[in-house]
C-alpha cells in the first residue's frame, strides 16, 4: 500500500527565516507530487506540482520554491519567510495524471512570527 | 473564479438527519471529485464521479453530477458526529490540475 510522510508537522519561524518541508511517498514510482496551501477556513491554493524528478510547474509567483531531488520525495522551501507564508502546508501525490484522485499528507502547520 | 463553489459554507445537523452539501462549476469537466478534511489534518478522497455519470454512491454517500447545470451534490444520510468535518469538491474544468473548491463545513451535533 502507499504511504505519504510529511514533517515537521508543526513549525514555528521567525520571519526572514529559511523554510523547507519535506515530503515522501512509499509504495509507488512516478507519482504525480503536489504542494498545497491553506489558509485558515478557506480552501487549497494549489502551489507547486511535479509530474517526474527536476520538473516543477509554479502555479503562484510567491517566495517559495519547490525541488523534487528524487522519484518520491518533493520538498518546499523559502530563502526568507513572510508573515503571509502562514498557513497550512499540504503535500499530496496522484497516480497517472494530475487530475486523477490525489492522496493528502497530514500537513505541516506553519506560523511565522 | 474558476473553483468549484461549494454551498453552503456551513451546515449544523443533528445527528441521524441527511446533509445535502452542493457544488457548482464553470466549466466543462471530465470528472469531479469529493473530499473530506477534519481539522487539521490532510484531505480523505470520497469518491469521483465521470462527467458521463448521473449517480454515484458509497454506504451512506451519495453523489449526483447534472453537468447541464454544471454542478453536482453531495448528500451523507443518516449522519453520525464523526462526519462532522469540512467537505470540498475538486474539477478537472480542463485544466491541467485540480481546483478545490472553499468547501462546506458540517456540524453532526449528538
Known amino acids: 500500500s502507499q504511504t505519504i510522510h510529511q514533517w515537521p508537522a508543526t513549525l514555528v519561524q521567525p520571519v526572514g527565516s529559511p523554510l523547507s518541508l519535506e515530503c515522501t511517498v512509499e509504495g509507488t514510482s512516478n507519482p504525480n507530487l503536489y504542494w498545497y496551501r491553506q489558509a485558515a477556513g478557506r480552501g487549497l491554493q494549489l502551489l507547486f506540482y511535479s509530474v517526474g524528478i527536476g520538473q516543477i510547474s509554479s502555479e503562484v509567483p510567491q517566495n517559495l520554491s519547490a525541488s523534487r531531488p528524487q522519484d518520491r520525495q518533493f520538498i518546499l522551501s523559502s530563502k526568507k519567510l513572510l508573515l503571509s507564508d502562514s498557513g497550512f502546508y499540504l503535500c499530496?501525490?496522484?497516480?497517472?495524471?494530475?487530475?486523477?484522485?490525489?492522496?493528502f499528507g497530514p500537513g505541516t502547520r506553519l506560523t511565522v512570527l | 473564479s474558476q473553483q468549484g463553489e461549494e454551498d453552503p459554507q456551513a451546515l449544523s445537523i443533528q445527528e441521524g438527519e441527511n446533509a445535502t452539501m452542493n457544488c457548482s462549476y464553470k466549466?466543462?469537466?471530465?470528472?469531479l471529485q469529493w473530499y473530506r478534511q477534519n481539522s487539521g489534518r490532510g484531505l480523505v478522497h470520497l469518491i469521483l464521479?465521470?462527467?458521463?455519470?448521473r449517480e454515484k454512491h458509497s454506504g451512506r454517500l451519495r453523489v449526483t453530477l447534472d453537468t447541464s447545470k454544471k454542478s453536482s451534490s453531495l448528500l451523507i444520510t443518516a449522519s453520525r458526529a464523526a462526519d462532522t468535518a469540512s467537505y470540498f469538491c475538486a474539477t478537472d474544468q480542463g485544466y491541467s490540475t485540480l481546483t478545490f473548491g472553499k468547501g462546506t463545513m458540517l456540524l453532526v451535533s449528538p
Open positions: 499530496a501525490w496522484s497516480r497517472y495524471s494530475s487530475t486523477d484522485t490525489q492522496y
Open positions: 466549466t466543462s469537466i471530465n470528472n
Open positions: 464521479i465521470r462527467s458521463n455519470e
